[in-house]
């Protein structure tokens, strides 16, 4: 049987289809009151690195198919040896991945937003790292993409959402002035029917308040079942968490959805930030996403600064918050707790100035 793929992104995703089939062959079959099992071996060529005519492709899936024979059947193998290393190492950290949650192996770094001119902390983001056994700090670029695909999302989700609340209530509990934090959705997430009420259950048992929540999703999760959509951000908001659009200028959407979506914040992608001291369309975009956002009474938020001078220009377009190396990168968050501490002494000699 030949299996032709014309839609895939990438080389890894014929892997996901191939274990797809294997999981479905793999069903017991009831015959005559006997059950019977089958199997199969697959091999995967990919254009244009495998072959570039029909005939060269066949051949180079005809060998990696007996190879997959050759490594006990039932398995699937990519005719070059790199796609076999890369498709072997996913398949064993998302074996891994299913047990980071119960090893405690899942931490969270925060990165600092900025209020200018006077430096001072406005927010922060949540973003989660992996501390895997083997491979030291895993950033959410390798992993994120298992979760969503073994649904492991869901748990590890709202893992996060937990975690960010009882630190609010740790801080809280410290006299800090907390900080609002952003968490990220995946799509995944956004779409699951039980997110309403697993947030609504974790602020109550944590005890936390909704106003210090920021959900950030990406402009892609807006544009499919937009009636449910609106019905979920009408229930988050309502609650007293904000919502925030991250990635802004690089999704698919209509601008539409910012006079119908309750959206507080605006994240500016980093891309458009990158080359804004250089690139003369980079700083029209910006200020028209700023002025734009502003008539609409939406703050904005940019990410990825890097230098002063991208700073200048932001500032001179009044953008509201700013946030990324050039401030701090991602850090554990006893380093926050440093700047609200600091705060906290900055506010107490004011007092005893005044």
């Known amino acids: 049987f030949i299996v032709v793929l014309n839609s895939i992104s990438e080389s890894l995703d014929a892997a996901k289809v191939a274990q797809k089939i294997l999981d479905a062959l793999v069903q017991p079959h009831v015959i005559l009151h006997h059950e019977l099992h089958i199997g199969g071996s697959i091999g995967i060529a990919v254009f244009p690195d495998d072959g570039t005519s029909s005939e060269t492709l066949l051949k180079n899936s005809d060998v990696a198919m007996y190879h997959a024979k050759e490594n006990g059947r039932n398995n699937y193998q990519f005719f070059t040896n790199d796609l076999n ?46 501390q895997h056994p083997q491979q030291q700090l895993i950033g959410p670029d390798k992993f994120i993409g298992l979760a969503e695909e ?39 997430q956004f779409r699951d029917n039980s997110l309403i009420k697993n947030i609504s259950h974790i602020l109550e048992e944590t005890g936390t308040e909704a106003r210090y929540i920021t959900l ?45 979506f309750p959206i507080h914040t605006l994240k500016i992608d980093r891309s458009f930030v990158r080359d804004i001291v250089t690139d003369k369309n980079d700083h029209t975009i910006v200020a028209a996403i700023i002025a734009m956002a502003h008539s609409l009474e939406i703050e904005v938020i940019a990410e990825g600064i890097e ?34 501490q600091e705060s906290v002494t900055t506010v107490n000699k004011m007092h005893a100035v005044g």
């Not at 893992?159 to 995946?186: D, E, F, H, M």
């Not at 951000?233 to 925030?244: A, D, F, Q, T, V």
């Open 216 to 260: 950030e999703i990406t402009e892609s999760m807006l544009i499919d079942d937009i009636e449910k959509v609106v019905n979920t951000l009408k229930c988050l908001s309502e609650m007293g968490i904000h919502i925030s659009i991250d990635d802004f200028g690089t999704g698919y959407s209509s601008l539409s959805y910012l006079k119908r």
């Open 150 to 188: 073994t649904g492991l999302i869901i748990p590890i989700g709202e893992w996060v959402i937990k975690t960010v609340c009882l630190q609010i209530k740790a801080w809280k509990s410290q006299g800090y002035s907390v900080p609002r934090v952003a968490i990220n959705l995946s799509g995944r």
């Open 307 to 340: 230098t002063a001078e991208q700073l200048q220009l932001l500032m001179a377009q009044r953008c509201n918050h700013y946030q990324g190396y050039y401030f701090s990168r991602p850090v554990p968050v006893s380093q926050i707790e440093n700047m609200l």
């Open 85 to 130: 290393k890369s498709a072997h190492e996913r398949h064993t950290l998302g074996l891994d991945l299913r047990h980071a949650l119960e090893r405690n192996e899942l931490v969270l770094f925060y990165q600092p937003v900025m209020d200018m001119p006077d430096n001072r902390l406005h927010s922060v983001e949540a973003l989660l790292r992996w």
